[in-house]
């Protein structure tokens, strides 16, 4: 730890996300909190609407403190929230159970102009310790090429509206009988998910999963 973040912690005690229990370090969840909070599960996914999908998994609920955390990384920068995130996961991988037969891991592309305004994709920096973990990689072998309107804002009717044809490969890019693992930030009505999922199964791949931080489905 560096003298500032001590400084730092003597000043404003760290505290757990959840319950604002006094913890050791920046970005501690207190063990209460931690085992309330993740709670691995797989989506139920109707045929009807995400059977591109083999499975979607979701490491929790969209609500209190994973809510709260994913707010503060996305619209305020925070990187004390993605401290709390990383330590969330990395406390629990090894209850997090994935298909042995990933070969392509796609985090959902930002617009190049939003990318440009936030400075980071944080669906990239959320899972990146997790992958590393792995020995997975990121690929970049797909784009947004539209700019969309945020989708908390919108209905389903209009979320689905919002991102079809929203995305594409990148020009030059086989992903064909290759398994993918697609990864947002949150789920709620799998608008997203489901146009980056069609987009792969259009470009030949092989099974196609998706996994989010939290869900509210």
């Known amino acids: ?17 959840a319950c604002e229990k006094y913890v050791e370090n ?3 969840w207190c063990d209460s909190c931690l085992e309330k909070t ?14 591109v999908l083999c499975q979607i998994y979701a ?16 619209y305020k920068n925070d ?37 440009e305004q936030r400075g980071f994709n944080q669906t990239e920096l959320i899972f990146a310790k997790l992958l590393q973990k792995a020995n997975l990689n990121y690929s970049d072998c797909m784009e947004r090429c539209a700019v969309t309107m945020p989708q908390f ?8 509206k919002n991102v079809k044809n929203a995305f594409q490969l990148q020009a030059g890019i086989t992903i064909k009988n290759k398994n993918c693992l ?22 030949g791949a092989g099974k196609i ?5 939290a869900s509210d489905a």
């Open 59 to 74: 490491l929790g609920h969209y609500h209190g403190a994973l809510q709260n955390l994913i707010t503060r990384l996305k």
């Open 153 to 160: 804002e919108l209905s389903r009717e209009e979320r689905l």
């Open 79 to 115: 990187m004390n929230a993605l401290k709390c995130i990383h330590n969330f996961i990395n406390k629990m991988a090894g209850q997090i159970k994935l298909p042995a037969d990933i070969e392509v891991v796609i985090a959902v592309p930002l617009h190049k102009k939003r990318y």
């Open 26 to 28: 920046t970005g501690d």
């Open 182 to 203: 697609l990864l947002d930030d949150i789920f709620t009505t799998g608008a997203t998910m489901m146009e980056c999922a069609k987009v792969l199964q259009r470009n």
């Open 38 to 51: 993740f709670n691995f599960h797989i989506l139920p996914i109707a045929a009807g609407n995400y059977g």
């Open 1 to 17: 730890m560096n003298i500032l973040q001590t400084v730092l912690d003597f000043l404003y005690p760290p505290h757990c996300p």
């Open 209 to 213: 999963y998706g996994m989010v931080l």
